[in-house]
Every structure is written in C-alpha cells, then in structure tokens.
C-alpha cells in the first residue's frame, strides 16, 4: 500500500534522511527529478515530443524543476524554464541542480510579465509545476499567482511536483488560484491532503515514488500514516475458489432489509452479494414485499416475514430472523429496512445477540445511533458502513463539521469495529487505529443504491474469507473498480447501481478464477 503522510511528517522524513543517515539533499533531489520524468516516460506524456515548459519557484520545488528540465533533455525532449524568481535568491541543493543546467545549455528564464512570456506558458503542450511545493503558508502572492492563472488558463497537461501550487495543509485545503494538474508525483510518500477534497481534485492521479528515503524513515515519525490501497495487495491465488466448493461452502449470507417503497435496495444488496461469489443469499423481508423480491431475483432465497401496519419488519419476527442468523456466515442489516419503532427494535436485538460476523448500514445505523454504546456488548465482529450524514447522527453531532479521518479512527477504536465512511474517497477505520484510503471509483458513483451494492460485496467476500480487515479493503476496492469499468460508457452522469452490480463479476474475474 502507498503510505501518505502529513506535511510535517513529509519533512521529518526528509530532515532523517539527511541529517542523521547523512544522505546529501542534492542526491534526493536528482532523484525526485529523475522520478518524475520515468513517470511521464512511462505514462506516454513524452511519446508526441512535447513542447515541455517548467515553472520554478525559488527553493527545493524549484531545484527539482531544474533536475526534470535536465532528464527532459536528455530524452531529447524541448524543454524551457520560467522562474519565478531572480538567480540571487537560489540557495543550497536548489542551487546545486541550477548551475549544473548552464552546462547543458539550458537557460532559465526570470519571470518579466512579459506578453511573449504569457504566450509561452498559454501555448506549451505540457507544464511541469515546480513552483511552491509543501512549504506554503498563507495567500499566494506574484507573481505565483500570474503564473498559477495563466497555467490553468493553458491547455497545456500539468504535472505537478509533490502537491499542486496553491494546496495547503493535510485536510486538503486550497488557496485560490490552485494549479489543477493531471498527474501529482510525491517525492518518497504521498501528502496526506491531496487525498481529501478539495485538493483530491486539483491533484489528479497521484503517484508516490522512491527517491531513496531510508527503509526505516516512517519509524521516525510522529503523526499518523494515511495508506492508500492498490491492486497489487491483491493477489488472485489468495481469493481462488477450489475446484470442489459447492454452495454451503461458497459463502451463505443472510440480509434483513426492505419496507414500502424500498424494496430496490434489498434487492441489490442481495444481488451484489450474488454477484460477489456468495453461494447462497437468503432475504428477509417484509411479507408484502415477498412476492416483488421474489419475481425481481430469481436466484436470491427470499424469507417473508411478520411485518408493522407500515410494511416494515415487525418484532415478531424475532424468531425467524435469530434461525437466518445462525445459518448464515455473514448478515446484512439495514438497507431500506425503514424507522419504524418495532424495526429499531429488531435491529438493537440483532446488534445485541447475533454472534455472527454483521455488517451494519442504512436504517440499521439510525436505529444504533440512539445508543450506539450497544456495540460494546455485542457478541460478534462488525463493520458500519455510514456516509457523512449517517457518520454524524452516529457522533450525535450537531454542527457543520465535515467527519474526518480523525473521527473514524476514534469511532472504531472507542466501540471496537471496523468502520467504512463512505465519500469521496471512501476509507476504513479499524479497531487497532489503522486507515485504509481508497483509490478507486469516481464520480458517478453518487446515486441512489450504490450504498446498498457495497454492503452485500462486503458481506459475500466475508462469509467466503474471514480475514476482516482484508476483506474490507478488497470489498471496498472492488465496489469502486466495478464503477469504474461503467466509466467510458456510462459516464458520470448516467451511471446507477445496478450497473455496478452488473460490472462486479468482471472486476472480480482476475481474483475468482479457479487456481492453476
């Protein structure tokens, strides 16, 4: 996984690299320079021979721009300099890599304002920015701030070093202007705020690279690791299905979910469970409902059960659902079950004395939120599964805060779940303090049921491998990548959660085919 950490950490980093294992800060320069270009090799931005333009600013930023502007020529790459600032004002390892390009014949142009200069950066095909970096405090002065609007205002792709000019801070803030790149490279660990919004989108596709940090470096750090997943922490021999699995020893996941006028999201719970690889998925919904789940998904077992005068699950089904319970590996409870009083009930029983692995979301999470200290006797693992609405009512929370990162690692450790907040990006609280911050999905995904489509992967992929903290991340993963494979021709706009539903057996092909 790719480790982010804060902007002091980032620097603390750096300083233990150089101070106490005596690396010189010219060489981790040279290499962050190197990095960044392999990166632009590798993702095909060099295969055109591009007009390449470098904005440098006057510290450490800077001197990686001068590194990356001499590995662009050596590419046989165009490339030219605009300086935000006057030579006199170049020091140390930045200065280093500066007089080094007069022997390459590359001149670094100061900034004058100039019209042909403007036209420079309007008409170049790629930017590299190397202005400010992770040292930025306060407002973006000039001409920062001509260079940064004229950048933006280019139709050149903008590749930035570290962060984008203009974001500040680890929660991910920005000032106004912001340079909006297409790819951000981090130099040893990614910065922590260019994974929240709204910097996550000023930041594009980030990148961590080795610049040759010590191995040890994160264990000289205060401050709390952020990690971001990715497809390699999945390896498909671990999630290979036996030749002779048959359905009871596939996964049977049971749901209680449903009431008037939301049957569509047990339904695609139950489906994305199927969908997922679960053996067997059995339904308990209200006995109306019945015959509407039953027509709308064939291969789901659907249980009917008592119900309120409001179409919701009564209390007294009590009994039915405790038999579910016990057959079941894993169970859902949540989506669509509605607020009826009886249902809060049912769900406070369930949280109380089902002894088998529960995911929690939707309703079930405004029926914990009244005593949500209910968890600490629960006789079971869970996973909550809230967005930042749910997330709130749970931390009974009244004011405009945003839930955090912060919030969800305290909530989990305090209760002793596993929690999921649910966003842009997703990520995952565990009970030991960890965060695990997605990298897959977009934006399409915020419709009606997506919700309820994670909830039933989650619980598949639980009742087939019960490593729980795994099984999250590769639930979470997946969720998004099966959005993501509706991208090119859903788009954003047209996307709804069936859709994922459909794309989770091809997400899930490379990690579920029979093991050679």
Known sequence: MRAFLTMAANRAVDEYAIKTCGIAGSLLMQNAGDALVQQMVDRGYLDKSPEVLVLAGHGNNGGDGYVIAAGLLKQGISVSIISASTPDRIKGDALTHFNKLNGLGISVESWMDSETQHNQILEADIIVDALLGTGISGEIRPPYDVLITLANQSQAKCIAVDVPSGVTGDQGEVLEPCIRAALTVSMGFGKQGCLFEPARSYAGTVIPVDIGFPADSLDHINGEVLRQNEEVDYPKSRYSRLSYTHKYTAGKVFIIAGSQGFTGAALLASTAALRSGAGLVRLAIPESLGPVAESHSLETVVDYVSETKDHGIALSAWNDLQRGCLWADTVVIGPGLGRHSETIEIVKQIVNETKQPLVIDADALFALSEDPS?????????????????????????????????DAQEFAKEYGVSLLLKGAPSLIAGPSGEIIVNSTGYAGMATAGSGDVLSGVIASLWSQWIDEPDILNFAMYIHGKAAELNHAHKGVLGLIASDIVEALPVALKEYGDLPN
């Open 374 to 406: 209910i968890l600490h006797s629960r006789p079971g693992p869970s996973i909550l599964t809230p967005h930042a609405g749910e997330f709130k009512r749970l931390l009974n929370s009244t004011d405009d805060h945003k839930p955090s990162w912060q």
